[in-house]
Structure formats: C-alpha cells, structure tokens
C-alpha cells in the first residue's frame, strides 16, 4: 500500500463504519466528517471503501482530470444484477456500453439541440402553470408530470394525460424504489459485500431481500420496456408523433439488436432521471420565494420591466433578466438537488497528496459540503441571490457558480444539464411573472410557517410543505389563457 489510507470515523472491527452510515440525509454526517477530518475522508463497510471528497479542488483534482480512472460506476450486485439496474446510464460501467450510451444522450440533449425544444418547452411551462393556479397544492405532482411530460414527449412522442398518467405513475413509484429503496445510504446492501449470499434459497432466513429484488427487477423492467414498446407500436402503426426515439428507429440501417438495447435503456434513463431532479430544483425555488417575499418582488419587479404586463417571457428575455438568472443560480446553490452526487467507482489504485485511494473504492462527490463551504460562500446557509450580482473574476465566478458542481462530475456529469439550463429557467421565470407565493394562512389570517423535512436518500427533496400560490392579476390569467388559445 503506497501510503497511509485517507482519514476518517474509527471504524469497528470487520463491520467498519456500518453504523456510521445513515439513509436520511447522509450529506450531513458526511459533512461533519469534513470538519474532523479535511476534504478527503475515507470510511468502510465491511472492507468496502467509500471515499468522500468534499472541496472544489478535491472533486477537480481526482474526478474532473483524473476522469479516465474515477469515471466508472460500481457493479452493485443487488443494485444491477439483483434488481435489473446494471443497464441504467447512471450505473453503467465505465467503457464502450458507456460511450455509447453517453453519445446517444449527446445527441438528445447536446447544447446545439436544446433550441428545437423550445417551443415544446414553452408549451408545457405554460399549461404547467395554468395547473399550479387551478389546484396549487399539488405542486409536486404538476412538476413531476412537466418535468417527465417533456422527456416522455421529446423522447417517446408520448403525451401524458392526467397526473395519473399510467407512464407517470410508473416512473413516480420506479425512481421511489430506485432513490429510497435501492440506492438508500449509499446503495450497499450486505449482497454487495458477500455475493455468495444471491445463492441463498428464498426461505432461508435472512434472505427476504431476493423477493424484495425480484419484485423490484420486475418493475424496473416494466420501466425500461412499456414507453419503448409504446413508440414501436405507434410507429408500426404510423400514428406516431416525431420523437427522438422514432427518428432513430426509423433508419433502418442503424437498428441492430445492440442499438435497439441502447435506444432502449438509454431513453429509459433520460426519463428517469429528469422527474425528481426538476422536483427538487423547483420545490426549493418555491421555498426561497416563500421565505424571502424581498427576493420575490425584487424578481417581479425587474421581470415586469423586461416583459411587460402583455406577454409572457420567452427565452430571447433572458439576457435582460440578471437577477432572475441569479435567483436560478441561488436556488441550486442553496437547493442542493443531490448532495452526494451518485457514486463513481476507481478503476486503479491512485495516490492522492500522500494518501492512498485503493482500486475499487466508491468515490462520493460530496457537493453539499462544498456548497455549503462559508470561504467560497459567505453566510452559506442564507439564500442570497444578490451573491451573484457581484462583479468577480471569471476564475472565481466558475468556482462560485453551482453549476461547477451541482450536476456531477467528470465524465459521468450531468447529460441533462443542457435541458435543464432551458427549461427551469422559463418554468422560474413564468411563475415570477404570473404568480403570487406566499405564506400559508391560517383560520385566524396568521401566517403558517412551512414545515421542512428531507426524506429522501438521494435527492434533497424538501416534503410538501404549505404555502399561498395565486395567480398575480386578471391580467396574467388573460395572458395565460391567450398563450393556450393561440396553442389551439
Ligand atoms: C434538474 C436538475 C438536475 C440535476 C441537479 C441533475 C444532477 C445530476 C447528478 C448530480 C448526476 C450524477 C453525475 C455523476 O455521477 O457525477 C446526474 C446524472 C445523470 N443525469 Fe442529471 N440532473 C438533473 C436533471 C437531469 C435531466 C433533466 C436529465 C435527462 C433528461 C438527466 C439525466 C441524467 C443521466 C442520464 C445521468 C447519468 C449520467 C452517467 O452516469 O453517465 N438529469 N444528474
């Protein structure tokens, strides 16, 4: 061993740090450990090392340069062999299935698509909000359903209806048990350490985690399959909608059963991935503005300048809008949407100022440390969007914005962050210009003070809380309603 192993919690013998390691908001015991140990911590469980990096340089040093080594996913044996989720992009291993799958995305989401999606993008903010006014306290779900409605149509030609949608419900209850079933504290399961134990019979004790797998294999696969079979269908049929899937499928020289595989997976995985990130990101926006109705009306105040009480944003508005761009940016600061990032897994034994990082370690981008870092920014724990209104070198400005971070890293970053970057940002900024959020009331008028919890293991979704969401003015409610008319 070339060197000492990185610091961290004393461990108990053969377990490890087991106990150590908790499902609900690890982020924050990860971060603890920071503050005792520095920004390279090392735990394990059961000898499985898990490797925590918890400053900018760290995460540049090791998973940004030194990406052709730390850009491999672990091959979890009840997360991919057990429960079916090995062909999923986010845990696909490092290498030509990889690749692959990584250029298909490219092609969906590449920053020179994004723009043919802007239309789609502004029709689906639109009808968004006419939901959030007709029944505001469902906000999670009319976010799920814009968020998985504009993946399922640019990728699947599918347009959702309802809440209920059969393939939003699907999605809702497979990225459940992925995130908080699966993937709980840390996504390691006693199977992982000792793979004899798949051999196990299913009435032996101890071994209900194999039902447990083989109902989640077979939801996962209903997942992966139903949207997929809907476009072959619907383009055998020749009723289908032009999609990103179809206009693949329709060169019929490309389709191999190896493509097919990767269309397949690759589009389940875009699906997948957009629904609870968006929740997190926009649940996080409606808090901030409840919380900080000075924000707020600063918002409204330099949007109505901008666009006028006649129409409603479009993205030519954005260069003229900085301190929404700068309530965006504030928002997946302060947010955090997956503080751990997802775990990457070393390919060789590497040695990093002095410490040794065995092979085979799950690398841990710790991204709520580092937003929450008080020298790069002060009173962290505050949202301030006028943060970045100040005027700073581009060196420094790369190293404040949370988009250095908070979409991962190295090769395995976010491929979504390009959609994201349109998307969200017309979603924020239409609800600034239509809406009024406030506090709940109470029956004697009193404001409520909204009740935040996170429970979720991978992403920091806060749980709904209450608060006032209202349209602005009869003004705004014609324009919405002109939007859909000229739709129709
Ligand atoms: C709304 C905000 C979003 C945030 C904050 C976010 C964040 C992340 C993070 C932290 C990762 C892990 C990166 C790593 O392993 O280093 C990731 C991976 C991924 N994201 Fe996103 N994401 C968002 C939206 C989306 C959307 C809309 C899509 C697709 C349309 C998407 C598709 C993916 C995929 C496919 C991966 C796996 C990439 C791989 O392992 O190679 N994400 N995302």
Redesign the pocket.
């Known amino acids: 061993q070339a060197g000492p192993l990185p610091p961290g919690p004393t461990p108990v013998p053969i377990l490890g740090n087991v106990r150590d390691l908790t499902a609900k908001e690890l982020w924050l015991a990860a971060t603890k450990w920071a503050k005792q140990f520095g920004d390279v911590v090392h735990v394990h469980i059961v000898g499985q090392g898990l490797v925590f990096l918890n400053s900018p340089e760290a995460t540049m040093d090791l998973?940004d340069r030194k990406g052709s080594i730390y850009g491999d996913?672990p091959a979890l044996v009840m997360a991919g062999e057990l429960c079916g989720c090995e062909t999923m992009?986010?845990f696909?291993r490092y290498g030509d299935e990889?690749r692959r799958q990584?250029r298909l995305?490219n092609q969906a989401?590449g920053v020179q698509v994004i723009p043919s999606y802007h239309p789609l993008i502004a029709t689906e903010t639109h009808s968004f909000i006419q939901r959030l006014v007709a029944d505001p306290s469902n906000y999670i779900d009319h976010t799920r359903r814009y968020?998985g409605g504009l993946?399922l149509s640019v990728i699947y030609g599918y347009e959702a209806v309802g809440n209920n949608d059969k393939f939003l419900s699907l999605g809702e209850e497979c990225v459940d048990i992925l995130s908080n079933k699966i993937a709980s504290g840390g996504g390691i399961w006693p199977v992982d350490i000792f793979p004899s134990l798949k051999h196990l019979p299913t009435w032996a004790p101890g071994s209900g985690f194999l039902i447990k797998a083989a109902e989640w294999k077979a939801k996962m696969e209903e997942f992966v399959d139903q949207p997929y079979n809907f476009v072959k269908a619907s383009l055998t049929a020749g009723t289908h909608v032009p999609s990103f899937c179809s206009m693949l499928l329709e060169d019929k020289e490309k389709c191999s059963p190896q493509f097919e595989f990767d269309l397949k997976h690759t589009a389940n995985?875009?699906y997948s991935?957009?629904m609870d990130?968006?929740i997190?990101?926009f649940c996080h926006f409606l808090l901030a503005m409840v919380l900080h109705p000075e924000a707020l009306a600063k918002a409204q105040k330099e949007v109505d300048s901008v666009v006028g009480p006649d129409r409603l944003p479009t993205f030519s508005d954005r260069p003229s809008l900085p301190f929404v761009e700068a309530i965006f940016s504030e928002t997946?600061r302060w947010g955090v949407?997956?503080p751990l990032?997802?775990p990457?897994r070393l390919m060789e034994d590497d040695v990093y100022r002095g410490m040794f990082i065995p092979k085979g370690s799950l690398i841990f981008?710790n991204?709520w440390a580092i937003t929450r870092d008080e020298t790069l920014f002060p009173n962290a724990s505050a949202f301030l969007p006028e943060r970045y209104m100040e005027k700073v070198d581009p060196a420094l400005a790369k190293k404040r914005d949370p988009r250095s971070y908070?979409?991962?890293?190295?090769r395995?970053?976010?491929?979504?962050?390009n959609?994201?970057e349109s998307s969200?940002w017309l979603m924020i900024t239409t609800v600034l210009a239509t809406l009024n959020i406030s506090k709940a009331k109470d029956d004697f008028g009193n404001p409520i003070e909204p009740k935040i919890d996170f429970n979720n293991a991978v992403f920091r979704i806060p749980d709904k809380f209450q608060c006032d969401i209202r349209p602005r003015s009869e003004q705004a409610l014609k324009v919405l309603r002109q939007a859909e008319a000229a739709r129709s």
């Open positions: 998973l996913k992009v986010a696909t990889s990584r995305l989401f968020a993946t995985s875009m991935a957009s990130t968006t997190t990101v997946l949407p997956v990032s997802l990457h981008g991204i908070v979409f991962g890293f190295g395995r970053r976010c491929p979504g962050v959609l994201v969200v």
